[in-house]
T-cell receptor, first 113, second 112 residues
Framework: GQQLNQSPQSMFIQEGEDVSMNCTSSSIFNTWLWYKQDPGEGPVLLIALYKAGELTSNGRLTAQFGITRKDSFLNISASIPSDVGIYFCAGRRTNTNAGKSTFGDGTTLTVKP | EPEVTQTPSHQVTQMGQEVILRCVPISNHLYFYWYRQILGQKVEFLVSFYNNEISEKSEIFDDQFSVERPDGSNFTLKIRSTKLEDSAMYFC??????????FGQGTRLTVV
């Protein structure tokens, strides 16, 4: 089946530092999504990408849809303590809102004040 | 802000028992999903549901699982005879034609 390799698995950073994480796949996806999950909560969508090469920002977050359609990255600038959580990439074969999403293994982010 | 509501938040059940997990999707949404997340692992797709039928399901979604939208608001996941390995967080999600999926807060299922 489709697999997403997400890295790094975990990150420990100082408040104010920038963060970068990425996701790669052996299969093409037509939609890339980035979610954040806080403990005991469901995933919350951060950024959705629908076009190869697309670069999209949401506040301090920036994500890109790789040209090959097999990868995506998420950057967080000037991290703050509330950025702590698990970040998941997800890929979808369709470029509509319907259809299953395949999730990566997650990147656990710890921000030290 | 509209939200997906799941009940119960935690369910403990004996192995072999049937469980029904309940979800109230956002009211004007058309596509409904169940995902599960085993503790410490990634979120895994189980099933999608559109127009009162299953549109896609994963290998995990075997004959022990079923979904239903019994009325205009609820969307349920039934596990017929639970196994220890069914212990996980189960997330319901819904989308409209114009939005990405909103996830509920999940039901933690513990099979003992």
């Amino acid at each position: 089946g489709q697999q997403l390799n997400q890295s790094p698995q975990s990150m420990f950073i100082q408040e104010g530092e920038d963060v970068s994480m990425n996701c790669t796949s052996s299969s093409i996806f037509n939609t890339w999504l980035w979610y954040k999950q806080d403990p005991g909560e469901g995933p919350v969508l951060l950024i959705a990408l629908y076009k190869a090469g697309e670069l999209t920002s949401n506040g301090r977050l920036t994500a890109q849809f790789g040209i090959t359609r097999k990868d995506s990255f998420l950057n967080i600038s000037a991290s703050i303590p509330s950025d702590v959580g698990i970040y998941f990439c997800a890929g979808r074969r369709t470029n509509t809102n319907a259809g299953k999403s395949t999730f990566g293994d997650g990147t656990t982010l710890t921000v030290k004040p | 802000e509209p939200e997906v509501t799941q009940t119960p938040s935690h369910q403990v059940t004996q192995m072999g028992q049937e469980v029904i997990l309940r979800c109230v999707p956002i009211s004007n949404h058309l596509y409904f999903y169940w995902y599960r997340q085993i503790l410490g692992q990634k979120v895994e797709f189980l099933v999608s549901f559109y127009n009162n039928e299953i549109s896609e399901k994963s290998e995990i979604f075997d004959d022990q699982f079923s979904v239903e939208r019994p009325d205009g608001s609820n969307f349920t996941l039934k596990i017929r005879s639970t196994k220890l390995e069914d212990s996980a967080m189960y997330f319901c999600a819904s989308t409209s034609a114009n939005t990405e999926a909103f996830f509920g807060q999940g039901t933690r299922l513990t099979v003992v």
